[in-house]
């Protein structure tokens, strides 16, 4: 049952940037920390940004996490064409002890 | 390096079992929650479960609660999900993750490869 809401696709041209919002309409994200995951096509989901705007080592800094509220959003910068994946977030909802992931974005590269 | 190795998937009939081992190396199995997610074809992240690094607390979605029981060995360093009365909603790949290898905060840091699980007469 997922309470997380992103676009379903966001698109731009290499070299530039897209961001990609996940909001809900209760206190979950204001009250916990955000993930996001990337989904390269074929593969397992791999962890981009954790703890809101925290990135693990290897992923470069083209990627970024922020959050506003009830709302996160992913940066990527510099735009390539293996970014082309399929883009999650998630969060720790403590009131169902539970953890829901958002509906998921597809990321084109014109 | 960090590993995580499903298995166990395969053709299932409605109402059958299942149940899907997660081999661990690369890390001190016991002092990490673990969980699984499972994704349907063509279709978005859901998590299953988790459970606690001792193995002494558990959370399952709605969907799964009372059908499925995630448990772990820690002196085998291998994850479970049993996974019982299995309905096609189910057919799915089953991912097995590492929860707080980052921070005592995040979740679902490290996924392994997957297994399918199809659920089909």
């Known amino acids: 049952q997922s309470v997380l809401t992103q676009p379903p696709s966001v698109s731009a041209a290499p070299g530039q940037k897209v961001t990609i919002s996940c909001s809900e309409s209760?206190?979950?994200?204001?009250?916990?920390?955000v993930s996001w995951y990337q989904q390269l096509p074929g593969t397992a989901p791999k962890l981009l940004i954790y703890d809101n705007n925290k990135r693990p080592s290897g992923i470069p800094d083209r990627f970024s996490g922020s959050k506003s509220g009830t709302s996160a959003t992913l940066g990527i910068t510099g735009l390539q064409t293996g970014d082309e994946a399929d883009y999650y977030c998630g969060t720790w909802d403590s009131r169902l002890s539970a953890y829901v992931f958002g509906t998921g974005t597809k990321v084109t590269v014109l | 390096d960090v590993q995580l190795l499903e298995s166990g998937g395969g053709l299932v009939q409605p109402g059958g079992s299942l149940r899907l081992p997660c081999a661990a190396s690369?890390?001190?199995?016991?002092?990490?929650?673990m969980s699984w997610v499972r994704q349907a074809p063509g279709k978005g992240l859901e998590w299953v479960s988790t459970i606690s690094g001792a193995g002494g607390t558990t959370y399952y979605a709605e969907s799964v609660k009372g059908r499925f029981t995630i448990s772990r060995d820690n002196s085998k360093n291998t994850l479970y999900l049993q996974m019982n009365r299995l309905r096609a909603e189910d057919t799915a790949v089953y991912y097995c993750a590492i929860d707080g290898l980052y921070s005592s905060t995040s979740l679902l840091n490290y996924w392994g490869q997957g297994t399918l699980v199809t659920v089909s007469s």
């Open positions: 690369g890390f001190t199995f016991s002092s990490y929650a």
């Open positions: 209760s206190s979950n994200i204001g009250n916990s920390f």
